[in-house]
């Protein structure tokens, strides 16, 4: 979703859509920014962008975040509009992973670990749906 289409379909709202900034609570510096989700299909494939380079401009689609020691995590869409859990490089904000999944997960995610394991879980529509971390 790109919220709010202007007269050529494309949003009235200058991208990136939605993002996650990490902020150093210490001096309050903005560390990095990342777009959440993947620029929509609408606008990767629109006339008027035509061969341009269209940087990530993310979707207008809550992302509900979580975090481990080092990993950020939030659910979002992918540019065909299939929900997917984002993994990131907490430090960086530099993707590592992408998981697509069934339901888009519009509520709070949790984490945690068993026996060793790190598990996500994540309430998509009216089920949970859990994911297990590769093991270390």
Same mark, same amino acid.
């Given at each position: 979703?790109?919220?709010?289409?202007?007269?050529?379909?494309? %949003?009235? =709202?200058? #991208?990136?859509?939605?993002?996650? +900034?990490?902020?150093?609570?210490? +001096?309050?510096?903005?560390?990095?920014?990342?777009?959440?989700?993947?620029?929509?299909?609408?606008?990767?494939?629109?006339?008027?962008?035509?061969? !341009?380079?269209? #940087?990530?401009?993310?979707?207008?689609?809550?992302?509900?975040?979580?975090?481990?020691?080092?990993?950020?995590? =939030?659910? %979002?869409?992918?540019?065909?509009? +299939? #929900?997917?859990?984002?993994? *990131?490089? !907490?430090?960086?904000?530099?993707?590592?992973? !992408?998981?697509?999944?069934?339901?888009?997960?519009?509520? *709070?995610?949790?984490? =945690?670990?068993?026996?060793?394991?790190? =598990?996500?879980?994540?309430? %998509? *529509?009216? !089920?949970? +749906?859990?994911?297990?971390?590769?093991?270390?």
């Amino acid at each position: 979703s790109t919220g709010v289409r202007g007269p050529d379909g494309l %949003s009235i =709202y200058k #991208p990136p859509y939605s993002r996650i +900034t990490a902020i150093d609570m210490n +001096t309050g510096d903005h560390l990095w920014m990342i777009p959440t989700g993947e620029t929509p299909e609408i606008v990767l494939n629109h006339p008027d962008l035509k061969g !341009k380079d269209i #940087p990530n401009t993310g979707v207008m689609v809550p992302a509900p975040i979580t975090v481990t020691k080092t990993l950020l995590m =939030y659910t %979002s869409t992918s540019s065909d509009g +299939t #929900p997917a859990l984002f993994a *990131g490089d !907490k430090k960086t904000g530099e993707q590592i992973g !992408k998981v697509e999944f069934e339901d888009l997960a519009r509520y *709070g995610n949790m984490t =945690y670990r068993h026996e060793g394991r790190q =598990y996500v879980v994540l309430q %998509s *529509g009216p !089920k949970l +749906t859990v994911l297990a971390l590769p093991e270390d």
